[in-house]
């Protein structure tokens, strides 16, 4: 059974910084692609970043190009998002996901089959 487990999430001024966690267990977390979405209230969930099974190939969308760090601990089963100079448009749930085997990661959630529960990031001005 795959389980995803966010953390880090919080309230932070606007130009902060946080990192969030995602702890995995069930399945050879080594793998597989791993993914960050997020939602905000009232809008649809959207892709933030994803990493490939062996941490090569990395993705983000443009609105936080230059600003959060993907990566990935296969020994610790946990991949990690790095967010720096905090927007209040970050503000949303974000979610980890688990992608396809032997992939070198996608922006399509349709290629995420596990999902975390959300861990909460609020950016304040």
């Known amino acids: 059974q795959v389980q995803l487990v966010e953390s880090g999430g919080g309230l932070v001024q606007a130009g902060g910084s946080l990192r969030l966690s995602c702890a995995a267990s069930?399945?050879?977390?080594?793998?597989?692609?791993m993914g960050w979405f997020r939602q905000a209230p009232g809008k649809e969930r959207e892709f933030v970043s994803a990493?490939?099974?062996?941490?090569?190939?990395?993705y983000y969308a443009e609105s936080v190009k230059g600003r959060f760090t993907i990566s990935r601990d296969n020994g610790k089963n946990t991949v990690y998002l790095q967010m720096n100079s905090l927007k209040p448009e970050d503000t949303a749930i974000y979610y980890c996901a688990r992608g396809r085997q032997f992939n070198s990661g996608s922006h399509d959630d349709s290629n995420y089959a596990y999902w975390g529960q959300g861990t909460q990031v609020t950016v304040s001005a």
């Open positions: 069930g399945g050879t977390f080594s793998t597989y692609a």
């Open positions: 990493i490939g099974w062996r941490g090569r190939n990395i």
